[in-house]
């Protein structure tokens, strides 16, 4: 028997801007109920593969397969269609509506056609808020009245309201504290054991490890890496892989040495400065000490003065033919 295909592969993803090459052949296979981690540096490319995702960019080239078939994401629209759904960091939603307009934005519930069932628009936003765990939220209540964690509720609310399989969380946590941090990842394994699946995308290693699956890393547009089990892959693989150097290397261990000088005591300028990662082996001094190599580690020079010196320089001495002897 042939084993089931991804809900989601992406093959060979390949986009250009002017000037850059964002994305350069990423792979990204999703599994149907499991929260598969995006992980990278800043400019790693992330944010423009969620978006060919989500229908927002179209790729120069690659394949996506939805449940095994092709399929072409045209828009955004065409992609919640399908049952993908994304939730940014910045959330999109209408402050001065209330919570049960911005759930069915875009596909209220009407009657003959052209009217809006509002009950029925409240009564199944009461419905998927209980899902969530949330049914203190009043779907009456404007948007704009409700904390950041209500917001995000909101926002996948919304995105369960079209019925999808598929919810890419962009750092969902970023604005949240521990406690609502906490409520978030018990809705994911709820949406997860219900056989919905999570792109989840954080700079938060620990966060990885907590709710993650499968990880796939990025980097200068290509995918380094991909389905590393999130559970049991070291910190040092994932670092190194996002950043293409050794742990050891980024983050260097031990104090930083303190210049030596003359007068048997570090001075002010070494003494109170934090020091800063260097990536070869490096000298520090100050003007008054002697200097002392260490690997990894640089003193801050001292800072220098562009004023003026008011001690007047000593006079040249005058030569010409006639006097230098010749």
């Given amino acids: 028997m042939a084993p089931e295909p991804p809900l989601l592969s992406m093959s060979g993803i390949t986009k250009s801007f002017p000037g850059v090459r964002a994305l350069d052949g990423v792979d990204l296979d999703v599994q149907a109920g499991e929260v598969h981690c995006l992980l990278g540096q800043n400019g790693a490319g992330k944010s423009t593969l969620i978006k060919v995702l989500a229908g927002a960019h179209q790729p120069d080239g690659g394949t996506i397969r939805w449940r095994g078939e092709p399929v072409v ?3 955004p629209i065409a992609a919640m269609r399908l049952g993908i759904a994304t939730i940014y960091q910045e959330l999109d939603l209408v402050e001065h509506l209330s919570v049960a307009e911005n759930v069915h934005l875009g596909h209220e519930p009407t009657a003959a056609g052209f009217v809006v069932r509002t009950g029925a628009a409240r009564r199944a936003t009461e419905t998927l808020l209980r899902r969530l765990g949330h049914a ?8 704009g009245e409700l904390s950041a964690a209500q917001q995000q509720v909101v926002s996948m609310a919304r995105a369960l309201s079209h019925d999808v399989r598929l919810i890419v969380m962009d750092e969902p946590s970023a604005a949240l504290d521990p406690d609502e941090v906490d409520n978030l990842f018990r809705i994911v394994g709820d949406l997860t054991a219900d056989g919905v699946a999570v792109v989840h995308i954080s700079h938060r290693l620990e966060e990885i490890r907590r709710i993650g699956d499968r990880v796939t890393v990025l980097k ?11 559970k049991s892959t070291p910190t040092r693989e994932v670092v190194a892989l996002m950043t293409g150097r050794d ?5 260097p261990s031990g104090p930083r040495p303190a210049c030596r000088p ?4 570090p001075c002010w300028k070494c003494a109170g400065w934090p020091g800063r990662a260097s990536s070869s082996r490096s000298t520090s001094t100050c003007g008054r000490g002697r200097s002392s190599d260490s690997p990894g580690w640089s003193a801050p020079a001292a800072p220098r003065s562009w004023r003026r010196s008011t001690v007047p320089a000593a006079p040249r001495p005058v030569t010409s033919r006639w006097t230098d002897g010749r």
């Fill in 73 to 75: 994401l045209r828009s």
């Fill in 220 to 230: 200068d547009g290509r995918a380094v890496a991909g389905g590393l089990p999130a």
């Fill in 247 to 251: 742990v050891a290397y980024v983050f």
């Fill in 262 to 265: 003359r007068t048997g005591s």
């Fill in 136 to 143: 203190e939220i009043d779907p009456a209540a404007p948007v």
